[in-house]
């Protein structure tokens, strides 16, 4: 017999409609049934110790399956497990959450990337990513630039860098190596997306008011397609 008790101390948890929960159940790998070894006469027991070994077996079972749901490790491919700091970037963090097994580019190769970029101010909100810009039979086209121009925010030219080709990094770019104007590339296509990424980053208000240390940083996933050189 498989008996099952759900206890929720958050009133996030109480709320079936809430955003945070829905959010954990999208991202939540399907889990096997909890069965417990006692017979439901010992679970149904007002006794003490019979008391005390079921809140036990509740707390352990909760803390397994909320650490299931909001862990995701990297691909068993990568060579790191824990973001770290990229040399000489000026404070760029980095993730590789797959390792590449192809060349590396220097300055002056022109590199093919694609990326999904977010906004960690707006909760993560993604701005903008290649893999919405479609060509005439629907494939995704990739961000081709010049490594080394200046074209492009100084935190993805720093992670492109080092990278190998087939390979995708998660990297945390401050403001100071990020969007310094509105003409740096990636620039978002769509009108309403470049307006609103470009007014949060350089909104005078906040800035005025101490936020431009947080306002303007930037999570890309950046996956090397390849190298021209």
């Known amino acids: 017999m498989v008996v099952v008790h759900c206890h929720a101390s958050s009133p996030y948890l109480r709320d079936p409609h809430h955003t945070a929960l829905h959010y ?68 760029v963090k980095a993730l590789d959450l797959r390792a590449g097994t ?37 494939e995704p086209i990739p961000f081709v630039f010049t490594l080394g121009s200046g074209k492009v925010i100084s935190g993805i030219e720093s992670a492109v860098r080092s990278m ?5 990094r998660r ?3 401050p403001p100071s190596q990020g969007y310094q ?3 740096q590339e990636p620039i978002p296509p769509n009108f309403f997306d470049r307006q609103r990424l470009f007014t949060t980053i350089f909104n005078p208000t906040r800035l005025g008011n101490g936020e431009g240390s947080t306002l303007g940083t930037l999570i890309f ?5 390849s190298i021209r050189h």
């Open 24 to 91: 954990l159940l999208r991202r939540a790998p399907p889990s096997p049934p909890i069965i417990y070894a006692t017979s439901p006469q010992t679970l149904s027991s007002s006794s003490p110790s019979a008391a005390s070994t079921r809140r036990t077996l509740l707390v352990s079972i909760a803390t397994t399956s909320f650490s299931s749901l909001i862990l995701s490790p990297p691909s068993k491919s990568a060579t790191n497990t824990e973001f770290f700091d990229l040399p000489n970037s000026g404070g």
């Open 102 to 138: 192809g060349a590396t580019p220097v300055d002056g190769d022109q590199v093919a990337i694609h990326y999904y970029g977010r906004l960690a101010a707006k909760q993560g909100w993604r701005f903008d990513s290649t893999y919405d810009h479609k060509d005439s039979t629907g």
């Open 181 to 183: 104007n509105t003409s």
């Open 171 to 173: 990297v945390i770019i």
């Open 164 to 168: 190998q080709v087939g390979g995708t």
């Open 221 to 225: 996933d950046i996956e090397l397609i």
